[in-house]
């Protein structure tokens, strides 16, 4: 590469930054920019022993619906009943009831999905497309098994002040779609007749012990699920450039905002979400994940048989829970073959 060329690389980059920044509260038009969701899930025994699903199903997630939209679509919205479409998504995960692009003027820009996770804990990662008449985002993923249980963000603004966030992280918790009046993550199918507004599920409501996610003793349910949201690309539509960036600049993915899911409003401009200057300064006191941490093995167990294949184990404990996303806790028991097959005095013994 020449230096000249570099020099215009450069001026186009500088060029893309000014662009970001259009008018005082919309993003341009002309911009399309691609964001990238890493899901992270952290239903674990540990955190949520009550009722903790082990088989049939074992506690998962659906695969991920996403919508990048303007005003006039909602995937779903606290406070209201929820659609057929969700109805049928927070009951069986099925998602072929819920308004696609194209389907009359719903507003929606990008459709997408994201991969299930076939465990409490772990994580999915998927992509998706905003622009300037399109700034929001919606999503949702059942919780596997329950009623009508799921986790999801509605209606997620994107576009600030005429910036495109840089990332931002948000910690979810459980929503009841209201169509079903099982409490507990295996109750049978029990439709709620007229269906109830969609609402959170805290550890005191619903207030009955019999409710899975009832822990009275504590303030509120810790995060279930983070949402991160960095934006990885901008692409300028009209002159047909494809502008990765590469930049700092523009790409500050240390910036991390974590926010609570009840601190973004509907259609309000999340407060915790800052520009770039703000956020850069936010960074310095981003709070860390705290990874799980258990103690030592204990010693093996006696053999479980004194002739013949017997198994012994071990075990460990937890001491610290992991937060903010940190590494979940390993797995708190070993067992091992032990003896011996040839090793049994018994056969001795036989009169
Ligand atoms: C949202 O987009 C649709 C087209 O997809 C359009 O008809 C509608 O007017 C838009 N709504 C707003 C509030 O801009
Ligand atoms: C955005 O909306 C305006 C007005 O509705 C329309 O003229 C324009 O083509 C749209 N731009 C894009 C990129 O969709």
Redesign the pocket.
């Given at each position: 590469m020449t230096t000249e060329s570099l020099f215009m690389c450069f001026l186009l980059c500088a060029f893309c930054v000014g662009a970001v920044r259009v008018g005082k509260d919309s993003c341009d038009v002309d911009l399309l920019v691609v964001y990238k969701l890493h899901v992270e899930t952290h239903w674990s025994r540990e955190v949520f022993p009550k009722q903790y699903p082990e088989w049939r199903p074992p506690a998962q997630w659906s695969r991920l619906v996403g919508r990048s939209h303007?005003?006039?679509y909602s995937l779903f919205r606290v406070g209201r009943t929820a659609n057929d479409g969700l109805k049928m998504f927070s009951e069986t995960g099925q998602t072929d009831g819920l308004v696609e692009r194209g389907q009359g003027?719903?507003?929606v820009f990008d459709q997408f999905n994201g991969p299930s996770i076939p465990t409490g804990e772990g994580h999915s990662e998927t992509q998706f497309f905003v622009n300037g008449?399109h700034t929001k985002v919606s999503v949702a993923m059942r919780i596997v098994p329950s009623p009508d249980w799921f986790v999801g963000l509605d209606s997620l603004q994107l576009c600030r002040t005429g910036y495109w966030v840089d990332s931002l992280s948000i910690q979810a918790r459980p929503l009841d779609a209201g169509t079903d009046s099982g409490f507990t993550f295996t109750a049978p199918n029990w439709p709620t007749e007229p269906r109830q507004k969609i609402s959170y599920i805290t550890s005191q409501n619903p207030s009955h012990p019999a409710n899975s996610f009832y822990y009275p003793e504590q303030q509120e349910l810790p995060a279930i699920v983070t949402f991160r949201f960095y934006k990885i690309k901008l692409y300028q539509l009209s002159k047909n450039v494809n502008l990765p960036l590469g930049n700092n600049h523009v790409l500050a993915h240390n910036d991390l905002v974590i926010a609570r899911q009840d601190d973004i409003s509907n259609d309000v401009v999340p407060s915790i979400v800052r520009d770039h200057q703000q956020s850069r300064r936010a960074g310095k006191s981003k709070r860390r994940p705290v990874p799980c941490r258990v103690t030592e093995w204990s010693s093996w167990s006696a053999c479980s048989v004194s002739c013949g294949i017997g198994e012994a184990s071990r075990s460990r404990r937890v001491m610290k829970l992991s937060r903010r996303g940190g590494r979940p806790c390993p797995s708190l028991a070993e067992t091992k073959w032990c003896g011996e097959h040839t090793d049994c005095p018994q056969r001795f013994f036989k009169w």
């Open positions: 303007n005003s006039s003027e719903d507003g008449n």
